[in-house]
């Protein structure tokens, strides 16, 4: 019974709300995940404490600060799983409410999310809860994959898009890999393992033989152009990175903040985490 609690958790998705438009968008390819992978979808708004306001700023009584946050939050939340729903009915959804900054409470969230779903641009009532700079940050502190939701989502949803992952030798690389191959499963879609510059993995060990069909995809330049460009017309695009501290770290790195700048579909994050 709890290793069935558990395997239902894992097998959640988890997305920043914030109430702006990059926030709802994020939302619809969350719900959408959701059920692929058959479990719930969390939607979790930050609100920070009204002590931790700026030097400068008209200071507002803490009680008022802290209804009108809590207030812009639940709204923002309410309007989140109206979508939700739209997308998806009858998908179990839930809503959580918690203090904190916005990196922080994401990356409590992801140590027990399958996936954790943020989104570009946000300033919504909460808040730049899912700014660029913050997308940034959470994917080299989240402890499960994080996916940057941008582009055209009805394109990137259309049967058949294949899922292109970035082939290395790293770790993370592996890891991303293993990520991508479970996303083409889910989608019943192709996958597209590139091999960019001079990084070569052989060909038996990008996935297992059990899984979506691959094909090997050999450019000569840097991934940092060539991904950006197989973006146009994929479901999804998949980078294993390393990180340390709090920043992104590895070749990879620059290459994953190009893609959160220029993607044509969404992107996801893998770190390598072994506990995991």
Known sequence: MVNEIIAHIRRSV???VDGSPASLQATRWAAGEAVRRGGPLRLVAA???PMLQPMGVEQVAPTRTRDALTGAAAEALADAAQV????????EIVRELRGGSAPLVLMAESEWAGVLVVGTRGRGRVGAFLSGSM???VTAIAMSPVVVVRGDLDHAGRPGAPVIVAADGSAAGSAARRFAADAAAVRTAPLVVVHSGTAQVPLDETVSAVGPPVEHVARAEDATRVLPQLSHGAALVVVGVGARGRRLDGPAAPVVRELLRTSACPVAVVRH???R
Request: proline share 10%; no cysteine; net charge negative.
């Open 47 to 49: 609100a920070m404490s």
């Open 84 to 91: 939700a729903a739209e997308v998806a009915p009858g998908l």
């Open 135 to 137: 997308a940034v940050a």
């Open 273 to 275: 985490l072994p506990s």
């Open 14 to 16: 988890a997305v920043g």
